[in-house]
């Protein structure tokens, strides 16, 4: 099992910016990638950036320029660094890691006010 816990999100002005952390814990060796999706009121779940063991990343053509997805393997930590927010950008975060199974953390709120 993989544990993953999530932090950083908040209440932001438009243009602003905020860093999600996310904290793995338990059979991390399984991990083959981690990404950050969000889903907005009413909207599905999306995919917003993703990295991959060798390190390779891609991105949502919505953020690409804007949020940029890293991680510190000493800390077993993803990070998702999110620059020049917009409002349309609100939604709840969820950290996500692909190993032997498809694991998720409770999400944290970003809210983008205009």
């Known amino acids: 099992q993989v544990q993953l816990v999530e932090s950083g999100g908040g209440l932001v002005q438009a243009g602003g910016s905020l860093r999600l952390s996310c904290a793995a814990s338990?059979?991390?060796?399984?991990?083959?990638?981690m990404a950050w999706y969000r889903q907005a009121p009413g909207k599905q779940r999306e995919l917003v950036a993703r990295i991959a063991n060798g390190g390779s990343t891609n991105y949502a053509d919505s953020v690409k320029g804007r949020f940029t997805i890293s991680r510190d393997n000493a800390k077993n930590t993803v990070y998702l660094q999110m620059n020049s927010l917009k409002p349309e950008d609100t939604a709840v975060y969820y950290c996500n890691a692909i190993g032997l199974h498809n694991y998720w953390g409770q999400g944290t709120q970003v809210t983008v006010s205009s």
């Open positions: 338990g059979s991390i060796f399984s991990i083959a990638s």
